[in-house]
């Protein structure tokens, strides 16, 4: 307790609050107390007033007929009685009887203290029978009513200022552990706060860091830590900034002082505030010359000096002002100028220019300018030249063209001639077992003739000769259906290669026709054929360019691929459908193709057979069946360390 008024008298001292507080209560409950001591006085007073008037008036009921009686009876003596009577009555000062002789009243017995004038007082007529005998008087004193609220309201006040002070102590005592000792924490926690570190948080004595439920010094508390890390984050935010502007302050002057540029920051009146030493290098003054001068007598002739003043009187951004300028020895230079205002706030403050020295590029300009006029000259020459020559190209393109056109239907033809050699060739066989067999028969129909005609006819002759045309005609025939195949072949191929037809057809059987077509040559150079193509696979297009590219890979694998090899001699073709695309995979077994001509491998004109007889258009013209004709897209890939590898995408439209 002794601490807690130790601490609340520290309080008072050193914090005006505290006793600002314990005066307005002590004045409030000073002022309250006196207001109810005066109402309650009052209370008492009109009491104790009424009190008396109430005596007096039971004088009027009580005492007037029994005095008027003892009046008219002459009885003196009980006449006093009931004086001292009315005397004891409390309150009363004074009492008087007067008797009425005639028209005079005569004093007859008197009790008390006589005044001039009396607090209360009353005057009755005592009457008795109908006729007045006398008068009475009685006066009461407010003295002892005084007396009693004097000693009342000492009391009061007394028991009012006890309990006023005790009631403030306690108060104060409340506001100090509830309020004010949480301020002086505060206070205490502000005026030792050092910004330049983080601190412990404000925490206030005896209450938890996060309350269930805060009240307003919590709330300030916490509002005072979320300040407190505000004004340290903007603090450190400000301080790197303040850093990172002293660092671009640096860099910026390192840039200006070493530009090439003239910076320079003008007046009002144009004159040189400040200048960065490539001014210095372009006009021979110093630094401190050059400030104050006017700008316009350094870095600008005469004769552009009011036009130039009066643009720049307007104080606005300006941009490419070319101007003339001549230095102290008389050499002219060309500048251009660019001027942007700085205000501070919205009072201007300077004008900074920025001149750039195109001296350089202004001679180069001139020269650039005679070199036009120059090339001009030469331009329309050499056009005139160029359309000539562009004539002559397009001349030689022409035929060019019409040289490859040729060149491959040559190619077409000279694929169609090797087929019909080929198929000749394989013809050859058939034909003649045919001829052969036809012979035979010939022969043993002869003879039956001979034996008919000389009656010489046997059984086992006619069993004999039955029997051999028997074989013979199975020969001739299956040779003549081999013949006819390959000719029908032949044909449809030959027909598919000349022309460019459009229609419906198996995939499976052009690519059988084609296999059937080359079996000589594929015979003959020992390789074999794996076709895989679903039979139901069919495809509007054109049947005779799929026939050529299919001849020309597979003569190609013969020619290049299988001569002089004696490796493995296979080739695959894999047809199948994608989606909407038609996919035709071609390998072969062979050497392969040299890196050097697989890199242009479809270019016109490219072949490892040249002088040989290979004219270099195969894989140009199956290239540009399969891209212009077909609009699809054909690949090349080596295929390991031998054989080929050739990949076919098309646009696939069914049947």
Known sequence: MLNAFSKLKQSASQNSLSFRLLSYILLCST??????????????????????????????????????????????????VQVEGIMNLPNMQYVLIKEILGPSEVPLIEKGMQKKKFDISREFDLVYQGEIVGKLLVAASLNEVYQRLIEKSMIILISQTIKTLVVSVCILLIIYYVVIRHLNRIAEYTRTLNLDTITKPLDLEGRDDKPANPDELDALASTFNQMREKIYAELSAKEQANSELGKERDFSATIINSSTTVICCLNLHLDIESINPAGVL??????????????????????????????????????????????????????????????????????????YDVSS?????????????????????????????????????????????????????????SLVAGVAHEINTPIGISVTASSYLQDQTRKLKNKVADG?????????????????????????????????????????QSSEARYAFSLQENLNQVVTSLSHKLKKS????????????????????????????????????????????????????????????????????????????????VTSKRGHGGSGLGTHVMYNLVVQLLKGSIEYSSNGEHGVHFHIDLPYIPA
């Open 361 to 417: 590029l202004k001679r180069i300009e001139q020269e650039i300018k005679r070199l036009n006029d120059q090339l001009e000259e030469k331009v329309v020459k050499r056009t005139a030249s160029l359309e000539q020559s562009n004539n002559q190209l397009v001349v030689a393109f022409d035929e060019l063209q019409k040289a490859q056109q040729t060149l491959v239907e040559s190619e077409k033809m000279a694929s169609l001639g």
């Open 456 to 496: 010489q006819l046997s059984r086992s002759f006619i069993e004999e000769l039955t029997n051999n045309m028997e074989e013979s005609s199975e020969l001739l025939i299956n040779n003549l259906r081999r013949a006819s195949d390959l000719i029908s072949s032949f044909k449809q191929v030959a027909v598919d």
């Open 31 to 80: 002022v309250l107390a006196v207001v109810i001591t005066m109402v309650q006085l009052l209370w008492d007073y009109h009491k104790d007033v009424g009190q008396i008037e109430d005596s007096i008036g039971q004088i009027e009921a009580s005492f007037l007929h029994p005095i008027a009686a003892s009046l008219w009876n002459l009885d003196e003596e009980q006449v006093q």
């Open 526 to 605: 020992r390789c074999e054929v794996n076709t895989h193509c679903d039979p139901d696979l069919k495809m509007n297009s054109f049947p005779g360019s799929f026939t050529q590219i299919y001849s020309n890979l597979i003569i190609n694998s013969i020619k290049h691929g299988f001569e002089d090899w004696d490796g493995e001699r296979e080739i695959s073709v894999f047809v199948s459908l994608q989606g909407d695309r038609l996919l035709i995979d071609y390998r072969d077994t062979g050497r392969g193709i040299e890196p050097d001509i697989a890199e242009r491998i479809f270019d016109p004109f």
């Open 282 to 355: 372009l006009t021979g003054y110093s630094q401190d010359e050059m400030e104050g001068k006017s700008w316009l007598e350094l870095f600008v002739d005469p004769k552009q000096r009011d036009n130039i003043k009066e643009s720049l009187r307007k104080y606005r951004e300006q941009k490419d002002l070319e101007i003339a300028m001549t230095d102290q020895l008389g050499e002219s230079n060309t500048l251009l100028w660019n001027f942007v205002p700085f205000y501070q706030g919205e009072t201007f403050k300077y004008l900074i220019a920025f001149g």
